[in-house]
C-alpha cells in the first residue's frame, strides 16, 4: 500500500485527479484549482480565502461557491474547517484520501521509467558526447561549410542582461499574527533582518500590515520562491543606497 506524501510532493498529481473527475461540477472544479493553486500554503498545508474573496476571482456568487465547497467536501477532495465568521476564515485543506490517491499516481509514475542503470534504466550519452566507441558516428567537420560561414554579428554585442517579471504584492494585516511571523521566520531564515528594515510596513483603510508578494512565505523548492529573494535583495540594496546618499549629502550640508 502507497504512503501518503506531503502535499507539495504530489501536487500535480491531485491536480491532475482533480481536473479529470467526471463526476465533479465545473464550478467545484474552478473552486479547488483557485484555492489550491493561490491560496493553498505549501508549510501548512491549508488556506484561508473566504467566500467574497473566491467569489470575486472566479466570478461567480457567494451562493455558488457555498454549493461548490460543500461539493468538495462530500467528493472528498477538501476537508473544511469553518470558520465564526469574526477574523476567523473558514478553512481549507486538501483531504487525506485525495492525497492518498495522488501518491498512489506519483509512485505509479516513479516506477514507469527508472534513469538507474543497475536497476534496469538506461544510459543516454551526454550531449556533445563522443559516442563512437559505443557504436555512434563522428561527424566530421565540414571544411566547405566552415569557408564560407560568417561570423554573426551578434556574438560581439554585450550580453543581454537577466531581468526578473515584477512581483505583485498584497496585504497582510499587522493582525494576522500567524502569517507576519512566518515571514519573518523566512526572510531571517534566508538572511534578511526584518520586514520594518526592508521597508514594507504600509497603511490600508486606517489598519497597519505589510505590502508582501503573497499571504504566505513560498516553500523553497517553489519557482516563485528565486523571484521573491531577488525582489527583497533589491529592496535591501535600494533602501541601503538611499541611507548612504542620505549621509552623504548631511556631512556635505
Keep these: 500500500m502507497s504512503v501518503s506524501r506531503p502535499f507539495r510532493e504530489v501536487k500535480l498529481q491531485w491536480l491532475q485527479q482533480l481536473s479529470c473527475d467526471k463526476n465533479l461540477s465545473d464550478n467545484a472544479r474552478s473552486v479547488a484549482l483557485y484555492i489550491v493553486t493561490t491560496h493553498m500554503n505549501g508549510h501548512t498545508e491549508k488556506a484561508w480565502p473566504s467566500y467574497q474573496t473566491i467569489a470575486d476571482a472566479t466570478g461567480k456568487s457567494v451562493k455558488t461557491i457555498q454549493r461548490a465547497i460543500r461539493e468538495l467536501e462530500d467528493r472528498e477532495w ?31 509514475t516513479d516506477k514507469t521509467v527508472t534513469l538507474y542503470p543497475h536497476k534496469g534504466g538506461q544510459i543516454r550519452p ?30 560581439d554585442a554585450p550580453p543581454r542582461v537577466e531581468t526578473r517579471r515584477a512581483v505583485p504584492l498584497v496585504f497582510v494585516a499587522q493582525t494576522k499574527a500567524d502569517q507576519v511571523e512566518q515571514w519573518r521566520n523566512w526572510l531571517r531564515r534566508h538572511g534578511f533582518s526584518s520586514i520594518d528594515a526592508l521597508g514594507m510596513r504600509m497603511v490600508k483603510a486606517g489598519k497597519p500590515g505589510y505590502a508582501l508578494p503573497s ?6 523548492t517553489s519557482p516563485s520562491a528565486l523571484d521573491w529573494l531577488a525582489f527583497f535583495s533589491h529592496r535591501r540594496d535600494h533602501i541601503a543606497d538611499e541611507k548612504a546618499r542620505q549621509t552623504e549629502l548631511r556631512m556635505v550640508s
Excluded: M
Aim: proline share 9%; charged share 35%; glycine share 10%.
Design 78 to 108: 477538501l476537508d473544511v474547517r469553518r470558520g465564526n465568521g469574526t477574523g476567523h476564515n473558514t478553512e481549507y485543506r486538501p483531504s487525506a484520501l485525495s492525497i492518498l490517491r495522488a501518491s498512489e499516481a506519483r509512485e505509479k
Design 215 to 220: 499571504y504566505w512565505p513560498p516553500d523553497d
Design 126 to 155: 551526454g550531449r556533445w558526447s563522443d559516442v563512437s566507441g559505443e557504436g555512434g558516428q563522428i561527424c566530421p567537420a565540414n571544411l566547405e561549410k566552415e569557408k564560407t560561414n560568417k561570423p554573426n554579428p551578434r556574438e
